[in-house]
């Protein structure tokens, strides 16, 4: 992983929130164990005592929004903000991969749970680290032939409305990309997001690398 030089300028933004938004359907338990074997080495990577990364974490706060799809009785696993990395790794250690019914998942209200989150104003930097290898439903961002709602999401929630929600937090919103199915999705939501959505190959890198990346671009662009 290259080195990174972090400004010295907007102190706030070393203050950061960082929210895992994960698809736990059954397909993802490979992915779900490395989030949470992954968390340590983040942490101890950003903090400030590694002078490589220049302390770009003053504060790393942590959570994860877990999330199936309409059909699952336990649809959403939550973990509020935790300044403890333990408490992150026993919460995900917790989480079983399972439900999912139809290919697509219920994106729109993983992405709704995070948005509820006590976002602190006191933090600079706000993060959405999107891992997931089902798009949402709706043919609109997909190509699969089997979707329950093909027509779109069935509360009638759209990317614009959510992608707004995302830009008035000033939450930046990255993408951990695991196959090609995700990549229409992405494409629509990134027409609502304004710009084109930071996506990072897990399959080619670890996921490590790729949510320090991603940390170290939205604290660099608010510096």
């Given at each position: 992983m290259e080195e990174k030089q972090i400004p010295k300028q907007?102190?706030?933004?070393?203050?950061?929130?960082?929210?895992?938004?994960?698809?736990?359907?059954g397909s993802m338990q490979p992915h779900i164990d490395e989030c949470r074997d992954s968390i340590k080495q983040i942490v101890e990577i950003?903090?400030?005592?590694?002078?490589?990364?220049?302390g770009i974490a003053k504060l790393l706060?942590?959570?994860?929004?877990?999330?199936?799809d309409h059909c699952d009785e336990k649809q959403f696993e939550i973990l509020n903000f935790t300044e403890s990395p333990e408490e992150f790794r026993e919460f995900v250690s917790a989480v079983p991969a399972d439900g999912g019914g139809d290919q697509p998942?219920?994106?729109?209200?993983?992405i709704e749970k995070a948005l509820e989150l006590?976002?602190?104003?006191?933090c600079g930097t706000k993060v959405i680290f999107h891992i997931a290898d089902a798009p949402c439903h709706g043919k609109k961002y997909h190509n699969i032939r089997c979707d329950d709602y093909p027509n779109g999401d069935p509360k009638e929630r759209t990317e614009t409305n959510l992608f707004r929600m995302i830009k008035e937090k000033?939450?930046?919103y990255h993408f951990g990309?695991?196959?090609?199915?995700?990549?229409?999705?992405?494409?629509?939501?990134?027409?609502?997001?304004?710009?084109?959505?930071?996506?990072?190959?897990?399959?080619k890198i670890t996921m490590t690398e790729s949510v320090i990346s991603?940390?170290?671009?939205?604290?660099?662009?608010?510096?």
């Amino acid at each position: 992983m290259e080195e990174k030089q972090i400004p010295k300028q907007n102190e706030s933004a070393r203050n950061i929130e960082l929210c895992f938004l994960l698809d736990v359907t059954g397909s993802m338990q490979p992915h779900i164990d490395e989030c949470r074997d992954s968390i340590k080495q983040i942490v101890e990577i950003l903090k400030p005592n590694k002078t490589k990364y220049a302390g770009i974490a003053k504060l790393l706060r942590l959570s994860l929004i877990g999330y199936r799809d309409h059909c699952d009785e336990k649809q959403f696993e939550i973990l509020n903000f935790t300044e403890s990395p333990e408490e992150f790794r026993e919460f995900v250690s917790a989480v079983p991969a399972d439900g999912g019914g139809d290919q697509p998942e219920d994106v729109f209200g993983g992405i709704e749970k995070a948005l509820e989150l006590p976002w602190s104003s006191q933090c600079g930097t706000k993060v959405i680290f999107h891992i997931a290898d089902a798009p949402c439903h709706g043919k609109k961002y997909h190509n699969i032939r089997c979707d329950d709602y093909p027509n779109g999401d069935p509360k009638e929630r759209t990317e614009t409305n959510l992608f707004r929600m995302i830009k008035e937090k000033d939450i930046d919103y990255h993408f951990g990309r695991i196959g090609t199915t995700t990549d229409k999705m992405i494409r629509v939501f990134s027409e609502a997001y304004g710009k084109e959505i930071k996506q990072y190959d897990i399959k080619k890198i670890t996921m490590t690398e790729s949510v320090i990346s991603a940390v170290c671009h939205s604290v660099t662009v608010r510096r």
